[in-house]
């Protein structure tokens, strides 16, 4: 609501609301990468709706009637290790812009969300520790990524408040912008099958999984909320096995997976 909802409705009246605003809410989501949360946002906007008809505030839902935008099938699209090379090296070449190149590889190499890497702030960030405050976070909850080496080297040194930042200074870039960068510029450069910005999340999920490190650890690095009684009582925050993953992650990247930098190269100039 916070994120995709409140910003287009937000100081208008709900009998005003019709069934196009929301359509155009739904499939501003769907086109950033993320299908899944376009229909769970039509299912809290249509229960929002219903409790308004129920209690007579309203005399019509403007979301009757309206079908999902997306299939509910779970992706589970990844990058191989070649693919992660194609995608690095052809991006470093690409005419995209620097901040889009940046921001993408972010995503790969600490596993957040893409909305969240897009509102990164520099104030956020205190020496290798990356603290993101629980509005900004999908389930509400302060959330601390280490920043490896090699995504304090993305980060670099700036003055901007955001490590993302839009052309229009003082904001961040939208989040749809990372996919349309990676859909008008990116793919169609690369040897790739189709992808989206939050596979590279889950490209850097499955890469620490192959790592060794266990699903509690992967959890927490993603940020995932934990269920169950184990939820209230296991509040130990994992900060060194956190540390330990994302270092990992990073190394296997760095040391083995891009280790090759050259023979892509070469294969662009012939």
């Not at 499939?27 to 949360?37: F, H, L, M, Q, S």
């Not at 280490?146 to 304090?152: C, E, M, T």
């Not at 490209?203 to 650890?217: D, Q, Y």
Request: hydrophobic letters at 40%; charged letters at 30%.
């Amino acid at each position: 609501m916070k994120v995709d909802v409140l910003p287009h409705l937000k100081g208008r009246f709900a009998e005003d609301i019709k069934k196009r605003d929301i359509i155009l809410i739904l499939e501003g989501i769907v086109e950033r990468g993320a299908p899944t949360a376009s229909n769970n946002t039509l299912r809290l906007v249509r229960k929002m709706f219903n409790f308004a008809v129920e209690r007579d505030l309203l005399e019509s839902s403007p979301v009757v009637g309206m079908k999902q935008l997306a299939k509910n099938n779970a992706r589970d699209r990844m990058l191989s290790d070649d693919e992660i090379r194609e995608f690095w090296f052809r991006l470093d070449i690409s005419d995209m812009d620097d901040m889009m190149k940046r921001g993408l590889k972010l995503i790969l190499v600490t596993g957040q969300r893409p909305g969240e890497i897009a509102n990164m702030q520099r104030s956020e960030i205190n020496g290798s520790w990356w603290t993101l405050p629980g509005e900004k976070v999908k389930n509400g909850k302060t959330h601390r990524v280490y920043l490896s080496p090699l995504a304090l080297e993305l980060i670099g040194d700036g003055n901007e408040e955001f490590v993302i930042e839009s052309p229009r200074r003082g904001q961040p870039v939208n989040t749809t912008s990372l996919a349309h960068a990676l859909n008008r510029r990116g793919i169609v450069k690369m040897n790739i099958e189709d992808f989206r910005p939050h596979d590279l999340r889950r490209t850097a999920a499955t890469g620490i999984a192959r790592l060794g490190f266990s699903n509690e650890v992967i959890g927490r690095v993603l940020n995932h909320t934990i269920q169950g009684i184990t939820a209230v009582y296991n509040r130990y925050r994992y900060d060194d096995q956190v540390e330990e993953a994302l270092t990992a992650w990073a190394d296997l990247l760095e040391h083995e997976i891009l280790a090759t930098q050259t023979e892509v190269l070469e294969e662009d100039a012939c």
